[in-house]
């Protein structure tokens, strides 16, 4: 079966919009799935900077969401052809952790999403001259016109939805929206401060509102926390003086609950100054030195931990996001901007500026470079987010 895939060669080269060619059909527990839509992610993007430790040629892309097509059946597939899917991260479904409804935390997670694949896997995509292309990236390699998957990474969704922009459910969304359900079951009279307004952060924002969370978002550029403040957040600006004391007056006396997704050491230094007792603060981002903490900044039970997707069953979490879209409390869709696959270059240069919060790629050609994003939503729509400059997050 040939599609056409976004390939990238080099860890410097631009993306290519290629053939490629499917060797094999779906084996059991497989769909193979027509891809809708699938958002780029900044893990997406990090591949660049992964110092070769990433295989390349590679197709990239695990925000993927669209139409089955074809099963390869077997036990406990139960998503059919035709089904409507939301693709999300790979898990083996037998470890410790998963068998306890923590599949974010699979013993084979690396090995599964970052281009290991399964062993019994011989190279299943092929570009034009026959040469093997990289392992599946988070069991689906979304960039392109369909995508080969592990039903474990598919959930079923509401086929009236518009599908093309539900891939960031599977993955950016669900880390920071499960981060606020999940990890710290926040709720009417939490408090929760979110540091970096992108992606993730923003959907850490929205599911604060739509949980009754008092929240406090901090980001350096002023469309961010324009974006933040719409969405139900106090803005404050990472460049405040004295920012733990003003988030501790912000939130009578502390946060009970942070989300950092900026990395960056004094940020995450001031979220925990501005913890009340035995606040949480969660980490999402990968931190690329070692973090230094300054004394005092865990005293008086104060906790610090990873946050890998949310903590989430994305069978669970992604119907529970969709069903607060449809009631107009999770409105992720106004910070996506679709582009047909051709423009994948030009997408990843508008995410690494800071022009889209939430790029997605449509395969079939019909992206709105810069309209509005295809489907209709409950609310009423607000103006698309402004131009924005580069932001700290993820």
Not at 242 to 258: F, K, N, S, V
Not at 296 to 321: K, Q, S
Not at 339 to 351: G, H, I, K, S
Not at 352 to 377: F, M, Q, W, Y
Request: aromatic fraction near 4%; include cysteine.
């Amino acid at each position: 079966m040939r599609f056409r895939a976004a390939v990238l060669r080099g860890y410097e080269d631009p993306f290519t919009v290629e053939e490629v060619t499917l060797r094999t059909p779906p084996g059991p527990g497989e769909l193979l799935v027509e891809i809708a839509g699938a958002g780029m992610c900044r893990t997406d993007l990090a591949v660049r900077r992964s110092a070769g430790r990433s295989p390349l040629p590679a197709v990239l892309g695990h925000e993927g969401a669209g139409v089955v097509v074809r099963s390869g059946g077997g036990p406990g597939t139960a998503i059919g052809v035709g089904d409507h899917v939301v693709l999300s991260f790979d898990s083996c479904g037998h470890c410790r952790n998963c068998r306890g409804a923590a599949p974010a935390y699979c013993d084979s997670f690396a090995s599964l999403n970052l281009f290991g694949g399964r062993a019994e896997e011989p190279p299943r995509i092929v570009d034009a001259a026959g040469k093997a292309l990289a392992p599946r990236w988070f069991g689906q390699s979304s960039f392109a016109a369909y995508a080969l998957v592990p039903a474990r990474n598919a959930v079923r969704v509401d086929p009236g939805l518009p599908l093309e922009l539900l891939g960031p459910l599977g993955c950016g969304f669900l880390t920071g929206a499960g981060a606020v359900l999940n990890t710290f079951g926040a709720g009417p009279g939490d408090t929760l401060v979110v540091l970096g307004a992108g992606a993730v952060g923003l959907a850490a924002v929205m599911a604060a509102g739509a949980a009754g969370v008092r929240t406090v978002a901090v980001d350096r550029h002023p469309g961010r926390l324009a974006l933040a403040e719409r969405f139900g957040a106090v803005p404050l600006a990472a460049s405040t003086a004295g920012l733990p004391e003003r988030i501790r007056r912000l939130t009578d006396g502390g946060a009970q609950y942070a989300l950092d997704t900026t990395a960056s050491p004094p940020l995450i230094n001031d979220a925990l100054r501005a913890l009340r007792p035995t606040g949480t603060l969660g980490l999402v981002a990968r931190l690329p030195t070692a973090l230094s903490l300054e004394p005092g900044t865990l005293d008086r039970g104060r906790a610090v931990r990873h946050i890998c997707e949310g903590d989430a069953v994305p069978g669970l979490l992604i119907p529970r996001l969709t069903a607060l879209w449809q009631a107009g409390r999770f409105p992720f869709d106004q910070l996506i901007r679709t582009y047909p696959l051709a423009d994948v270059n030009e997408a990843e240069r508008d995410c690494e500026a800071g022009r889209v919060v939430k790029p997605v790629l449509i395969p079939d050609g019909s992206g709105h470079r810069r309209g509005r994003p295809r489907g209709t939503s409950p609310t009423r729509r607000t103006p698309p987010p402004p131009s924005l400059p580069p932001t700290e997050t993820p």
